[in-house]
């Protein structure tokens, strides 16, 4: 049974963490290599416009292995210098995979996304969340820090005080929580949860795939570089924009008043 399930259709693909009997622990070894094998697939895919990623059962990633971490093996085992190139080269890596998908991603949150899973959820670009869903930062709890970018994304996303906040207590959050915090853009029952998503990611696959991939560039780009570099970019982009099929098709279909079709040309 693979980790991580990779099921394409059409234009969407969805990525399925696939450890339901243990609420879909992430950090496992080989984790790195499966996430990052997906990751080149999608992005080496020109049809792909859209990616939605899920847990099986009824938890999204309740996070690291908290039995592996408590007989120091797999991941936990050995000295501190072997843990620490063990996050690095496996736990880092799957995160890094992640947030190097080129095409836009959906996170439909199931159920609970703990400490590392909620970190990972932070690395989509869109959060629907199931009314069952909870979210925790909870790593102090058990005696760590933030280890996998959970610092550098999460305030990001809601701000420093309440990534503080749920750093700091180790509280969770409901999903209505999630909501009106801006962690989730949108709270469904967990029966629709994928049909929202699936739509929600219709939507974004009916835009031209290639500027679509520039887009998100640029709005990663936009969360570190200054104004002036970001300009800079937009022009080099928007030049590339202009001399694509699609763009001209766009524009012939505003005049004559008909959808646009789109062939990531």
């Not at 890596?93 to 199931?110: G, H, T």
């Not at 899973?117 to 925790?136: K, Q, W, Y």
């Not at 933030?146 to 610092?151: N, S």
């Not at 509280?171 to 029952?189: F, N, R």
Request: hydrophobic letters at 45%; glycine letters at 8%.
């Amino acid at each position: 049974m693979t980790a991580l399930l990779f099921e394409k259709s059409g234009m969407i693909v969805t990525l399925t963490i696939n450890r339901p009997d243990s609420r879909n622990p992430l950090g496992e070894e080989g984790d790195g290599e499966l996430f990052a094998d997906a990751a080149s697939r999608i992005n080496a895919d020109r049809d792909i416009r859209c990616v939605i990623l899920t847990g099986a059962g009824k938890a999204f990633s309740a996070g690291g292995n908290l039995k592996a971490m408590r007989e120091k093996s797999g991941t936990f085992a050995g000295p501190g210098v072997l843990i620490r190139e063990r996050y690095r080269s496996n736990i880092h890596r799957m995160v890094r995979a992640l947030w190097s998908i080129e095409v836009p991603m959906i996170c439909a949150v199931n159920g609970p996304a703990i400490g590392l899973g909620n970190d990972v959820t932070c690395l989509a670009d869109l959060r629907i969340a199931a009314d069952t869903a909870v979210f925790g930062a909870s790593f102090l709890k058990i005696g760590l820090v933030p280890g996998d970018g959970g610092a550098w994304i999460l305030p990001r996303i809601i701000g420093m005080a309440r990534a503080a906040e749920l750093f700091f207590t180790a509280d969770t959050i409901d999903a209505a929580t999630a909501l009106e915090w801006g962690l989730v853009s949108k709270v469904v029952p967990v029966a629709d949860l994928m049909t929202e998503a699936r739509a929600l990611a219709d939507r974004i696959c009916r835009q031209p795939p290639d500027v679509l991939r520039l887009t998100k560039r640029l709005m990663r780009e936009g969360e570190n570089s200054s104004f002036e570099t970001l300009m800079e970019m937009s022009a080099a982009f928007q030049s590339l924009a202009h001399m694509t099929e699609d763009h001209r098709e766009a524009i012939e279909a505003f005049f004559e008043k008909r959808p646009p079709q789109f062939k990531g040309e």
